[in-house]
């Protein structure tokens, strides 16, 4: 299940599923104005960068760091997934030296980033084994199979896939999310099949994929339980006061952002 919280202006949610400190971010809190109100992560999107700083520095608040201990994405929608440690931390206003679309560490006081505005966002924790990882699956990346590579990378560092919970946070839904034959045709590949329930043709020849049931499923497959994951109902292009959708503004937006830290 998942829950509201608020840090001063700043609205976030957090599920129950994962015990480590996260949250998953929306468009209300920050400083940042205009098409950017309010809460906005995206540094590289036309944003004031003292904004985007304060932005930063309030997040840090909730996680007990600075504006410039985050370890972040550089998304390309590819399955790379950087193991981080404390060198990684991105100082703001400073170029990105590696592109990942996703993260994992053991390291304890490391805040993992990814961006978020329409893309599933999915973070995992092993709480036995002290792992997190933090994953930004667009459509690509999931038939890509960046979770495989994830999972992968947190088992290398001592977890196990039984033990690893998971939450897959606001993305589009299968309510808006229509494509054409190459998405379903993808989806179907990177699932073995396993598809049902995820499709649903429409008069005007497009399908809508349900992209968060995709991954979730493949969670499955790689072995985590039923149980242990959760799966948010809300979609970003359907609730524009609450998020962005980069294909509900056409790509005038702001950035939200998932987080998970091990104490």
Not at 38 to 62: K, M, Q, T
Not at 166 to 177: L, M, P, R, V, Y
């Amino acid at each position: 299940m998942f829950t509201e919280n608020s840090h001063k202006n700043c609205i976030y949610l957090t599920s129950d599923k994962i015990s480590a400190r996260h949250m998953f971010t929306t468009r209300t809190g920050g400083a940042s104005e205009g098409v950017w109100a309010s809460w906005n992560f995206g540094e590289n999107r036309g944003d004031d960068p003292e904004c985007v700083r304060e932005n930063y520095r309030l997040a840090g608040e909730i996680f007990g760091c600075t504006a410039d201990d985050f370890v972040v994405t550089r998304q390309v929608h590819e399955k790379t997934v950087l193991t981080a440690s404390h060198e990684d931390r991105h100082t703001l206003g400073t170029a990105v030296p590696y592109s990942a679309d996703g993260l994992v560490t053991a390291e304890k006081g490391l805040p993992l980033m990814i961006y978020i505005a329409d893309c599933v966002p999915v973070l995992l924790h092993d709480a036995k084994a002290g792992v997190i990882g933090a994953v930004h699956c667009g459509w690509k990346s999931s038939v890509a199979d960046i979770l495989g590579v994830a999972v992968g990378k947190m088992i290398e560092l001592g977890a196990s896939a039984q033990n690893i919970h998971a939450a897959i946070g606001e993305s589009i839904g299968k309510c808006c999310f229509e494509c054409d034959d190459d998405v379903p045709n993808a989806v179907t590949k990177y699932l073995g099949g396993e598809v049902e329930g995820l499709f649903e043709a429409k008069p005007n020849g497009k399908t809508h994929v349900d992209l968060r049931g995709a991954n979730k499923r493949r969670l499955l497959q790689l072995g985590l339980r039923e149980e242990n994951i959760d799966v948010s109902s809300e979609c970003t292009m359907c609730k524009p006061e609450k998020y962005w959708s980069h294909r509900g503004t056409n790509g005038v937006r702001g950035s939200m952002a998932a987080v998970i830290m091990l104490d």
